[in-house]
């Protein structure tokens, strides 16, 4: 049985462009408002470390002027959970910044990091964030999320949108989906992103036990050519018509 399926946007690139020239143009905030106006069910933002993107200061006025869902984005470390602690947003998906964070498919390393993350998701859970873990499609990381405590997994796609060949693809997808299924088997929430887009959306978008999308570097893209609001109906509408396929509307 199939579950609704959110969408949410990640605004880091519209930051991108604007830090480009240093000034304040294009606005993440703008976009973000925008993106809701449209139909995004929560907007997604990674503070990094070295600021390459989102900054201090658009996390601060994100948290003031949406009425979504804030998923923040960042590194495990003791400087990103002071400021998620402060700002205590909806979610916070911790994600790998690091190569020794990191495995082989770019997922965040949770199986090596159990005695670290254990405690850290725990205080950010008893802050009130709902804590997701950014990791590959493998079972022993999957078994591990439970283990950390996290309520929340975002399977990373990037593997699968980047295949060279069909054949590849398949055996990507084959992977995302036995894992989306055994996250539901042992009570997890699974998410799903990087890389997603018109052409490669609607298989992701049609496993049943995935209940949000984190979307942005190609609607950011597409939308230099159509615009954020058309583009985003266009990937609602793919959504909606793979997960009607699945046996339920999206959202
Ligand atoms: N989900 C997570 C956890 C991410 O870190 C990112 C950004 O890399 C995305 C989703 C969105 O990926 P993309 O910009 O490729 O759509």
Redesign the pocket.
């Known amino acids: 049985m199939s579950r609704p399926l959110r969408l949410g946007v ?1 605004i ?1 690139h519209v930051a991108t462009v604007r830090n480009a020239r240093g000034g304040t143009h294009p606005d993440p905030v703008r976009a973000a408002l925008l993106a809701i106006e449209a139909g995004a069910d929560g907007i ?1 933002a ?1 503070l990094r470390e070295d600021r390459r993107h989102i900054r201090d200061e658009d996390i601060e006025r994100l948290m003031a002027s949406i009425d979504k869902p804030l998923n923040f ?1 960042m590194a495990a470390t003791e400087e990103m959970a002071a400021i998620a602690l402060r700002h205590r947003p909806h979610a916070a ?1 911790l ?1 790998p910044e690091r190569r020794e964070e990191r495995t082989t498919e770019g997922g965040l390393d949770v199986v090596g990091n159990q005695d670290y993350l254990g405690p850290y998701v725990a205080r950010l859970k008893e802050a009130g964030i709902r804590v997701s873990l ?1 990791i590959g499609a493998d079972k022993a990381q999957l078994d591990a999320a439970v283990a950390v405590g996290a309520p929340v997994v ?1 399977l990373h796609t990037g593997a699968y949108a980047d295949a060279e060949t069909p054949a590849a693809r398949e055996a990507e997808l084959s992977r995302l989906i036995a894992a989306a299924a055994y996250a539901a088997e042992i009570g997890l929430e699974c998410h799903a ?4 887009s018109f052409d490669n959306v609607a298989p992701i978008a049609a496993i049943p036990t995935i209940v949000e999308l ?5 609607l950011i893209g597409e939308a230099i050519f159509s615009g954020l609001e058309p583009v985003l109906t266009e990937m609602r509408s793919r959504m909606d018509a793979a997960r009607a396929v699945a046996g339920t509307p999206a959202a």
Do not use: P, R
């Not at 984190?214 to 190609?218: A, K, L, S, T, W």
């Open positions: 990640n880091d997604t990674h984005e998906c994600v950014f975002e992103g990087h890389g997603l984190n979307i942005g570097h190609f």
